[in-house]
């Protein structure tokens, strides 16, 4: 079993920067991929980012691409998401999860542990 807790949200104006973090315990000893997904209001969840186990594999929505980047920091067990030039369209919960082996997917149903979720709001 893997615990993943978020951290970070809050509220921003538009152009704004922001970094969330997915803090994993548990069976963190086996190399895992690690994703970020988010919901907005009345929609499906969605797809973010990727990174594999080595952090040398990044895989970016077209949304996102250019002004969010994915991190890891295998030392603390945990990944980042430094958002810049947000925009309101990016308010949503953001969700961290993560999956054995070393395939990034933007799959959700490849995901098997996932947290709780940490509301980023981003202001016009």
């Known amino acids: 079993q893997v615990q993943l807790v978020e951290s970070g949200g809050g509220l921003v104006q538009a152009g704004g920067s922001l970094r969330v973090s997915c803090a994993a315990s548990?069976?963190?000893?086996?190399?895992?991929?690690v994703a970020w997904f988010r919901q907005a209001p009345g929609k499906e969840r969605e797809f973010v980012a990727a990174?594999?186990?080595?952090?040398?594999?990044?895989y970016y929505a077209d949304s996102v691409e250019g002004r969010f980047t994915i991190s890891r920091d295998n030392a603390k067990n945990t990944v980042y998401l430094q958002m810049n030039n947000l925009e309101p369209e990016d308010t949503a919960v953001y969700y961290c999860?993560?999956?054995?082996?070393?395939?990034?997917?933007?799959?959700?149903?490849?995901?098997?542990?996932w947290g709780q979720g940490t509301q980023v709001t981003v202001a016009s």
């Open positions: 999860a993560c999956k054995g082996g070393m395939v990034l997917t933007t799959s959700q149903n490849e995901y098997a542990y």
């Open positions: 548990g069976r963190t000893s086996s190399r895992y991929v």
């Open positions: 990174i594999s186990w080595s952090g040398g594999n990044t």
